[in-house]
Each structure stands twice: as structure tokens, then as C-alpha cells.
Nanobody
Framework: QVQLVESGGGLVQPGGSLILSCTAS????????IGWFRQVPGREREGITC????????YYADSVKGRFTISRDNDQTTVFLQMNSLKPDDTAVYYC??????????????????WGQGTQVTVSS
């Protein structure tokens, strides 16, 4: 069974930086991709970025492009989300996911996809 555990959330001032980590276990050796969603209460979840295992291809939502960077460690079981120039609008619960689709155009999660428990990011002065 796939298990995704996020860490690194917290309180940061506007303009600051934060790094989130997602440690995965139980993944198949040929798993497809890992990504990040975020959700603000009362709003739909937003898929913000993903990275494919096979070729490192990535996707970024317009809302985070140029400010957030997704990367992975050498054994590809930990994925990082470097978040720079944070804004109050970035305040959300951030979830690590296993998407069924990850391309330059977007990411999608199937009903069978896995989700982490989420980590809170609060951007406030």
C-alpha cells in the first residue's frame, strides 16, 4: 500500500521561502509520477505541480510558475517542493499525491490515486 508523508509546513512571512518534503513508501518501482495539490477551505483543490519518474518531466500551475520548484532525491522516494516569494494567497493545506497524468499541460489524480495527510502552509505577517 502506498503511503505518502508530507513535512515542512509552517508559518512564513510574505516574500519568504519554505521547503516541503513528501516521503513515499510502497510505491511500485515503475511508479508514474508524484505531485502536489493544495486546498483552501471552501475552495476546490488545486493541482500545482508534479514530476514524472521516467524522465523528470514537470508541470507547474500558472499560480506558482517561476516561484515553486519540484525536485526529487536520487532514489526517487522523496520529492521536494521549494516555495519562494510566498504570498498570502499561497496559504493552504498542501497534499502530496500520485497523479495518473502529469504533463506540461496539467496533472490529474484518479480515484485510485494516493494522497498524503497534508501539511499546513500559512503565509502571513
Amino acid at each position: 500500500q502506498v503511503q505518502l508523508v508530507e513535512s515542512g509546513g509552517g508559518l512564513v512571512q510574505p516574500g519568504g521561502s519554505l521547503i516541503l518534503s513528501c516521503t513515499a513508501s510502497g510505491l511500485a518501482p515503475n511508479y508514474y509520477a508524484i505531485g502536489w495539490f493544495r486546498q483552501v477551505p471552501g475552495r476546490e483543490r488545486e493541482g500545482i505541480t508534479c514530476i514524472r519518474r521516467s524522465d523528470g518531466g514537470t508541470y507547474y500551475a500558472d499560480s506558482v510558475k517561476g516561484r515553486f520548484t519540484i525536485s526529487r532525491d536520487n532514489d526517487q522516494t522523496t520529492v521536494f517542493l521549494q516555495m519562494n516569494s510566498l504570498k498570502p494567497d499561497d496559504t493552504a493545506v498542501y497534499y502530496c499525491v500520485t497523479p495518473a497524468h502529469c504533463s506540461y499541460y496539467g496533472l490529474e489524480v484518479a480515484d485510485s490515486g494516493s494522497w498524503g495527510q497534508g501539511t499546513q502552509v500559512t503565509v502571513s505577517s
